[in-house]
Every structure is written in C-alpha cells, then in structure tokens.
T-cell receptor, first 113, second 115 residues
Framework: AQTVTQSQPEMSVQEAETVTLSCTYDTSESDYYLFWYKQPPSRQMILVIRQEAYKQQNATENRFSVNFQKAAKSFSLKISDSQLGDAAMYFCVLTHAGNMLTFGGGTRLMVKP | GAGVSQSPRYKVAKRGQDVALRCDPISGHVSLFWYQQALGQGPEFLTYFQNEAQLDKSGLPSDRFFAERPEGSVSTLKIQRTQQEDSAVYLC?????????????FGPGTRLTVL
C-alpha cells in the first residue's frame, strides 16, 4: 500500500512572497512519479508539476519548484512570487504502475493581498 | 479542444434512489478513472478503464457502485440505493495512455448530496 501525508491543512502567504508546502509519502516501489495538483474553488484539478523518482534533479515550472528528498520520502512544493490566483487546495500525489493516483489530504493555500 | 466534461454538475438524491453520473473524456484518451472526494479530503480512487475494459475496480466501496464504458469513450458511474455516506464529489479523469508519467486530466466533478 502507498500513502501520502500532507501535515499542513492550511497555509497562508502574502502576495509576492514565497511559501513551501510539505508532503511525505510511503511506497515500497522503487519506480514511481510524484505530482502536485492544484484544485481551485471551481473544483477542476490541474497538474502543477511532476517529478520522476529516478531523477535526482528537482523539477521546476516557472514559479513552482519542488524539493525531492528520495531517501527521506519527502516532496515539498515551493511557490515563489505568490499571486492571488495561486489560492487553491494543493494535493501531493503519488503514482506507480501507470494507473491510480494516491492523493494526500490537501493543503489549503490562502494568498493575502 | 474540449476537456473532460461531467454531468450533472450537481445531483440531489433521496436515500434509496439510484443515480447515474456521466463522464465524457477527452477524445482519443484511452484511460479513464473515477475518484470519490469527500468534503475536505483528497480524492480516492474508485475504478479504472482502459478503452472499454475495466481493469481495476478495487476502490469501489460496495456492490452498490457500478461503472461502465461500453464503447471505450463515455463512462457512467451508477450508484444503487444511495446512502448518506455516498455524498461526495465524484471526479472523472482521462489520460492518453496508461503510463506512469502520463498526466490525468480531470473533469469539474459531480457533487452528489444524498438526503
């Protein structure tokens, strides 16, 4: 069985500042992918960033970057220059074997103007 | 191109009623997934199709839940004799192929409320 844990139910950040969302996971597989998905209030889930477990280099997508610590099974998301549109639920997600996604419980991010 | 669509967006059912939730995946997407998202929680996997074949239904919570995708495109999730604990948002997602890194594209979900 695989599990994903997000220990921060809510986070807030000032507009233009940087925030880091935490995630830990557990899996017995050696080959897997990790994702961060964003779910705005409209509910449409959107992929933010992905990380292949076999890659040591941390993924980056514009203002979004991850800190992937494979030995510690940690996968945090850093959002730089936060914008009002970043306000949403963020889910840390694990997958292997090409089918189902395993979601964490989510972190609600609030952005203060 | 159109994304994943789901209908209805909202459904209110009386306990004991049967409901049917529809998912239209992105055209050409081979894989289709259903997830259940309880209020304030992350989505949980229900079932998975590759074309018309249901390859994994390990997440279906009871035999009251049934899903089909007869022609390998549109899928329907049916819940018989609904119970209050079935109240949740039901999310559908599709992806082009069944590979680990393949992004799943999500629909807006159907919010089911069982009274």
């Amino acid at each position: 069985a695989q599990t994903v844990t997000q220990s921060q139910p809510e986070m807030s950040v000032q507009e233009a500042e940087t925030v880091t969302l935490s995630c830990t996971y557990d899996t017995s597989e050696s080959d897997y992918y990790l994702f961060w998905y964003k779910q705005p209030p409209s509910r449409q889930m959107i992929l933010v960033i992905r990380q292949e477990a076999y890659k040591q280099q941390n993924a980056t997508e514009n203002r979004f970057s991850v800190n992937f610590q494979k030995a510690a099974k940690s996968f945090s998301l850093k959002i730089s220059d936060s914008q009002l549109g970043d306000a949403a639920m963020y889910f840390c997600v694990l997958t292997h074997a090409g089918n189902m996604l395993t979601f964490g419980g989510g972190t609600r991010l609030m952005v203060k103007p | 191109g159109a994304g994943v669509s789901q209908s209805p967006r909202y459904k209110v059912a009386k306990r004991g009623q049967d409901v049917a939730l529809r998912c239209d995946p992105i055209s050409g997407h081979v894989s289709l997934f259903w997830y259940q998202q309880a209020l304030g929680q992350g989505p949980e996997f229900l079932t998975y199709f590759q074309n018309e074949a249901q390859l994994d239904k390990s997440g279906l919570p009871s035999d009251r839940f049934f899903a089909e995708r007869p022609e390998g495109s549109v899928s329907t999730l049916k819940i018989q004799r609904t119970q209050q604990e079935d109240s949740a948002v039901y999310l559908c997602a599709s992806s082009l192929y069944r590979t680990r890194n393949n992004e799943q594209f999500f629909g807006p979900g159907t919010r089911l409320t069982v009274l």
